[in-house]
């Protein structure tokens, strides 16, 4: 697939988030865009708090609002927008042609109601289907999705199964209507390292076969190897790199980027120690002038405090918001 050709399946421009508190607003996303085409899997990765979960939660409508409110941009799939679309349209989206994973499968799923009832009811909602043929589908989605005696299995309640079976459950719910974009949100959060990869197998095994696009977030640096084809890399609510996935690894153009890398331990490195990034993310309601990076960055000069360093292209396809980019990635 030439993913430069494909025409875009989503298309997020200039997306902006704000949370009202006591005496004004908290923007929580500035100016978030990027594309997404059909069997591409594009990560968005970033500390917490970055405002990665809000911007998709903006991308589904199901921000809660008051308190947060998107204040700009455009949100496309194929060609047609979906922000302010009346609620009613907006609803028939979700779940049909974009659906999402939360975080934490246990809080997502209802306790009082069988998993085989909740799977059901998206066929029965969305497809109309009677109650015995939604049943035999969620069935038929479970074993999709390799959960052992399936149709067994469909009276249980949520809690009556394992962290990786309950995302198995989450995935199959999030793919019963077999959207054209899923949006998984750190889908293996609090699941050990062997349960993470069956998850991300099964996610690219499902994403192949349906040919979906797929919007992966995660703050795990290994979870995105070997499994996006390109990286939206978020700070303070903006895009801080962008970049196909194999480029950004080789050589990241921004020093958060690099620090990011710079923190995980890899085997291809042998030993030695990690070099953590110092500081913490700044707080989206006092975010530091210029650069949003610059207490924490060790190249910080006077012109970072003082400028928003605008997003530059320093290769093909690859992008970075910082006023020393092209150095950085030259320099790497």
């Given at each position: 697939?030439?993913?430069?050709?494909?025409?875009?399946?989503?298309?997020?421009?200039?997306?902006?988030?704000?949370?009202?508190?006591?005496?004004?607003?908290?923007?929580?996303?500035?100016?978030?865009?990027?594309?997404?085409?059909?069997?591409?899997?594009?990560?968005?990765?970033?500390?917490?708090?970055?405002?990665?979960?809000?911007?998709?939660?903006?991308?589904?409508?199901?921000?809660?609002?008051?308190?947060?409110?998107?204040?700009?941009?455009?949100?496309?799939?194929?060609?047609?927008?979906?922000?302010?679309?009346?609620?009613?349209?907006?609803?028939?989206?979700?779940?049909?042609?974009?659906?999402?994973?939360?975080?934490?499968?246990?809080?997502?799923?209802?306790?009082?109601?069988?998993?085989?009832?909740?799977?059901?009811?998206?066929?029965?909602?969305?497809?109309?289907?009677?109650?015995?043929?939604?049943?035999?589908?969620?069935?038929?989605?479970?074993?999709?999705?390799?959960?052992?005696?399936?149709?067994?299995?469909?009276?249980?309640?949520?809690?009556?199964?394992?962290?990786?079976?309950?995302?198995?459950?989450?995935?199959?719910?999030?793919?019963?209507?077999?959207?054209?974009?899923?949006?998984?949100?750190?889908?293996?959060?609090?699941?050990?390292?062997?349960?993470?990869?069956?998850?991300?197998?099964?996610?690219?095994?499902?994403?192949?076969?349906?040919?979906?696009?797929?919007?992966?977030?995660?703050?795990?640096?290994?979870?995105?190897?070997?499994?996006?084809?390109?990286?939206?890399?978020?700070?303070?609510?903006?895009?801080?790199?962008?970049?196909?996935?194999?480029?950004?690894?080789?050589?990241?153009?921004?020093?958060?980027?690099?620090?990011l890398l710079a923190s995980v331990p890899?085997?291809?490195?042998?030993?030695?120690?990690?070099h953590p990034i110092?500081?913490?993310?700044?707080?989206?309601?006092?975010?530091?002038?210029?650069?949003?990076?610059?207490?924490?960055?060790?190249?910080?000069?006077?012109?970072?405090?003082?400028?928003?360093?605008?997003?530059?292209?320093?290769?093909?396809?690859?992008?970075?918001?910082?006023?020393?980019?092209?150095?950085?990635?030259?320099?790497?």
């Open positions: 697939m030439d993913l430069e050709k494909d025409p875009p399946l989503l298309e997020v421009a200039d997306l902006s988030v704000e949370f009202a508190v006591r005496g004004g607003a908290v923007r929580a996303v500035n100016g978030l865009s990027y594309t997404l085409r059909e069997g591409e899997t594009l990560a968005i990765l970033g500390e917490s708090g970055s405002g990665k979960s809000v911007a998709a939660q903006a991308v589904m409508g199901i921000l809660d609002s008051p308190p947060a409110r998107v204040t700009g941009g455009s949100v496309r799939l194929r060609g047609e927008e979906l922000l302010g679309l009346p609620e009613r349209r907006r609803r028939a989206y979700r779940g049909d042609r974009v659906s999402m994973i939360f975080q934490d499968a246990l809080s997502a799923l209802n306790p009082v109601f069988t998993v085989g009832d909740q799977l059901a009811e998206m066929f029965r909602a969305h497809r109309g289907m009677r109650r015995r043929e939604a049943r035999d589908r969620a069935a038929e989605l479970m074993e999709r999705v390799r959960i052992p005696s399936a149709r067994r299995r469909l009276g249980d309640h949520p809690h009556q199964f394992s962290g990786g079976m309950r995302q198995r459950v989450m995935i199959a719910m999030a793919l019963a209507l077999e959207p054209d974009v899923l949006i998984a949100d750190e889908p293996t959060t609090a699941l050990d390292v062997t349960v993470q990869a069956q998850i991300m197998r099964l996610l690219a095994d499902l994403q192949d076969e349906l040919r979906m696009g797929m919007v992966l977030i995660t703050h795990d640096l290994g979870v995105v190897a070997g499994v996006a084809d390109r990286i939206v890399v978020m700070y303070a609510g903006a895009v801080a790199e962008q970049a196909p996935a194999a480029a950004l690894y080789a050589r990241p153009a921004h020093p958060y980027t690099a620090g890899r085997i291809d490195r042998g030993g030695g120690a990690l110092k500081g913490a993310p700044p707080d989206p309601a006092a975010l530091p002038s210029g650069c949003p990076f610059h207490p924490r960055c060790p190249r910080a000069e006077a012109v970072c405090a003082a400028e928003v360093p605008p997003l530059v292209e320093v290769a093909p396809g690859h992008a970075a918001a910082c006023h020393f980019a092209e150095e950085v990635h030259g320099g790497n």
